[in-house]
């Protein structure tokens, strides 16, 4: 058999042999379906054959670019009814655009990196076509980290005119306002102007602009505020703005930690116990609290910020174990009742399981236990080991007549690999055996006729 000659041109030369308007109509049709093709079939027509008459508007254009490629959208029940912006090419293709213009930004043109970055931000506002998913907001959010971490650098040069960097803040004043970022909260552009205010501005006319924005941005600017007037050397302002809003957990436990590490325990301790008066006690003021009267050696008020840690934090005995170290033995049981009675009024009825059964209390225990009808099979299952022999012929029964239960309705085969795990743990709790012996002899008897259940059961005796 003859066989075909292949071409050896190089594809130069077949491009050449192809008509123009064919090749113009494949490379079209490849850019429609394909956005990372698009891109770089878009940088390589401006190197060849645009005229940029500067850097700026060169990557002015690829940002503009970036939002025209097209995907279609998954509508409702999986149809792809719907078109919209390719939400990958615009943040995939804006990352190399940074690229390009981190070398600009070691040399200084922060004005450069500012407009380009401002740029996308503007047309993000007039582009956004209502497609985003929630991965596209993972992305934009991490590409706007990017955005802040070199706006502030450009912040911080000095070689960069004053006068230019109140046009930057002014842009992104306006741009917190856009409805992109209000509609799908995936980034604070409030935020982001104000860190760049912060830095860019004299700190006067910083804190004179941050007030501008106090009725807009309210609570959110306290930290804020507090940081800026401790730069300025007003202490006794950034105190009374701070014991002004007591409720207000991001300025009162960074001022807790600074006052208890600068070794001012007196003036820590009064500040958590004011916070808690207004709030209340949280898992992270009594942790806090607890510290500060540990390093003041004040063992009265360790057990007692102990206490109301064991009453707080739910499963976990660690801060209950450490307390009945700290308490004296001879005052133990006084203080096990305490706990008792108030977990009882609060019906933590787990968390009381877990105390009975690490101070073997093993009465109560089997109380709780039959007083759950719930969870009393697993209950049975975790704590029988522990409780005494007299306990154990009632709990099996009942453990027993749980499983007949269980078993008495047909059920997908994955439910009969889990019924026969749990009859073998069931086999190894004390005097377990005979009674899972009885049982597999009446399901063996009752359900012959269910062979995916007989087969799962067959290594079970």
């Known amino acids: 058999m003859k066989r075909e000659k292949k071409t050896t041109l190089a594809p130069e030369k077949l491009l050449e042999q192809v008509p123009t308007d064919e090749l113009r109509e494949f490379v079209q049709k490849q850019a429609k379906c394909n956005g990372a093709f698009a891109c770089e079939l878009n940088d390589w027509l401006c190197e060849r054959f645009a005229k940029f008459p500067s850097l700026e508007e060169k990557l002015a254009n690829r940002v503009e670019r970036l939002f025209d490629h097209m995907e279609e959208k998954s509508g409702w029940y999986g149809h792809y009814d719907d078109y919209g912006i390719n939400w990958t090419v615009v943040t995939d293709g804006m990352r190399d655009v940074l690229d390009a213009l981190r070398p600009e930004l070691k040399k200084g043109n922060a004005q450069l990196v500012a407009r380009i970055i ?134 009162v436990f960074p001022e807790i930690e600074r006052l208890r590490d600068d070794g001012k325990l007196l003036e820590a301790r009064d500040l958590v116990e004011k916070r808690m008066s207004v709030k209340g006690e949280s898992e992270q003021s009594l942790e806090i609290l607890l510290d500060i009267v540990k390093r003041q050696d004040d063992t009265p008020a360790v057990i007692e910020t102990l206490y109301q840690l064991v009453l707080s934090v739910r499963y976990d005995l660690s801060y209950y174990r450490e307390l009945k170290k700290v308490v004296p033995p001879a005052d133990w049981a006084k203080m096990y009742d305490r706990i008792l009675r108030q977990l009882n009024k609060e019906k933590k009825v787990g968390y009381l399981t877990s105390i009975y059964a690490e101070e073997k209390d093993v009465d109560r225990l089997y109380q709780i236990i039959m007083q759950n009808h719930y969870d009393r099979f697993s209950l049975i299952m975790e704590y029988l080991p522990i409780l005494p022999e007299k306990y154990h012929p009632e709990l099996l029964q009942y453990g027993i007549h749980h499983l007949k239960r269980w078993i008495s309705t047909a059920a997908p085969r994955n439910e009969y690999v889990r019924f026969a795990r749990t009859l073998e743990r069931f086999s190894r709790l004390p005097g377990g055996a005979p009674y899972v012996t009885e049982l597999l002899a009446h399901i063996r008897t009752t359900y012959k006729r269910r062979p995916a259940l007989i087969e799962e059961l067959r290594d079970l005796h």
């Open 118 to 251: 401002l740029k996308f931000i503007h047309t993000l506002q007039e582009r956004n076509d209502e497609t985003m998913c929630d991965d596209d907001y993972v992305d934009l959010a991490d590409l706007h980290e990017e955005f802040a971490e070199m706006l502030e650098v450009c912040a911080k040069l000095e070689s960069w005119p004053l006068k230019e960097k109140r046009e930057l803040l002014e842009e992104l004043s306006q741009a917190s306002n856009y409805s992109v970022y209000k509609e799908y909260d995936f980034y604070s552009m409030d935020s982001l102007y104000v860190d760049v205010m912060l830095i860019a501005l004299p700190l006067e006319e910083a804190y004179t602009e941050l007030m501008k924005q106090e009725s807009s941005m309210g609570e959110r600017l306290l930290s804020y505020k507090v940081n800026l007037l401790r730069k300025l050397g007003r202490e006794e302002e950034a105190q009374q703005t701070i014991r002004a809003n007591l409720e207000r957990d991001e300025i």
